[in-house]
């Protein structure tokens, strides 16, 4: 698909970037004129890609985030959020519904919520070498807006 | 962010605000358990109505209150959580642990 539009960003994973990273990507995206809703599924679901940087990734140390939102054509857009940390051995394990590898207080849900937020989620990791989430939604054309 | 809370007899209503995120919720959390060992209600109601934004790490934070209420009998409940955060429980199924009440409390539920 042709892209029309992008925006990057690179971040450290220090847990108040949290919020600046999703009004961020949101801001960025304003441009397609989304809903309420569809402004606020891109937001938890970035929220929940770039926790997982921070709480996982980076467990021990503060590393690098990458951010690259791009305006496809037919109103996509997608979402790509990078880091170099420690990587997930089992991906389709990670991603099942309630799996977490903390414990303490995580609900194991991220990966949950992306999915079901965002219409793609792709999901790239190698151990020792980092994990690449990639998520795409189309954004509705609403008759009265821009089009 | 921030944590009040109002004790009325058994029930202790937490109303929180702010941004409930991985970053806000330890704080959040050490607040509420201050809260509930303090006072030992035998109904948590967390109030909702000033969070704009929540994801998993508020869900984790929501579970988290309902074992430490649940170790001691009591129960939760949530109200006034906006569109969004409602979203997120369902996907959760919070409704299970906690009633869940998109409009403010009952008054019989309080008095
Ligand atoms: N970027 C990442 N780097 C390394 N491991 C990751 C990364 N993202 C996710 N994981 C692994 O995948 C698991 C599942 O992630 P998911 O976001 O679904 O749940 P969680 O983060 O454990 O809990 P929650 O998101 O509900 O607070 C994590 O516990 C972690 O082991
Ligand atoms: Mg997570």
Redesign the interface.
């Given at each position: 698909m042709k892209q029309l539009n992008k925006f990057t960003m690179t971040l450290l994973s220090r847990?108040?970037n949290?919020?600046f990273s999703?009004v961020a990507v949101t801001a960025f995206i304003a441009q397609l004129d989304p809903t309420l809703?569809e402004i606020?599924d891109i937001?938890?679901a970035v929220?929940?890609a770039v926790?997982n940087c921070?709480?996982h990734a980076y467990k021990n140390e503060i590393g690098k985030i990458y951010i690259s939102v791009r305006i496809l054509e037919c109103n996509v857009v997608e979402i790509k959020i990078r880091d170099k940390g420690c990587g997930i051995a089992d991906v389709e394990k990670a991603m099942t519904p309630l799996y977490s590898s903390e414990g303490?207080?995580?609900?194991g849900?991220?990966f949950?919520?992306m999915q079901?937020?965002m219409d793609s989620l792709r999901v790239s990791s190698r151990e020792g070498k980092g994990t690449t989430v990639t998520m795409k939604k189309r954004i509705s054309v609403r008759l009265n807006g821009n089009a | 962010m921030s944590v009040k809370t109002e004790v009325n007899g058994d029930v202790m209503i937490a109303y929180l605000s702010g941004?409930l995120?991985?970053?806000s919720?330890k704080q959040i959390?050490e607040e509420i358990d201050a809260a509930i060992e303090a006072n030992m209600p035998t109904l948590l109601v967390l109030d909702f109505k000033d969070i704009t934004?929540m994801?998993?790490?508020g869900?984790?934070?929501v579970?988290?209150r309902y074992k430490v209420l649940s170790q001691n009998g009591a129960e939760l409940s949530i109200t006034n959580p906006s569109?969004?955060i409602y979203?997120?429980m369902q996907?959760?199924g919070l409704g299970r642990l906690a009633k869940i009440e998109k409009g403010g409390l009952k008054n019989e539920t309080v008095k």
């Open positions: 847990s108040s949290e919020s999703r809703e606020n937001k938890t929220s929940e926790t921070i709480v303490g207080e995580r609900a849900l991220g949950t919520v079901s937020f | 941004e995120d991985h970053h919720a959390r934004f994801d998993s790490s869900i984790g934070l579970m988290g569109p969004q979203k997120v996907l959760a």
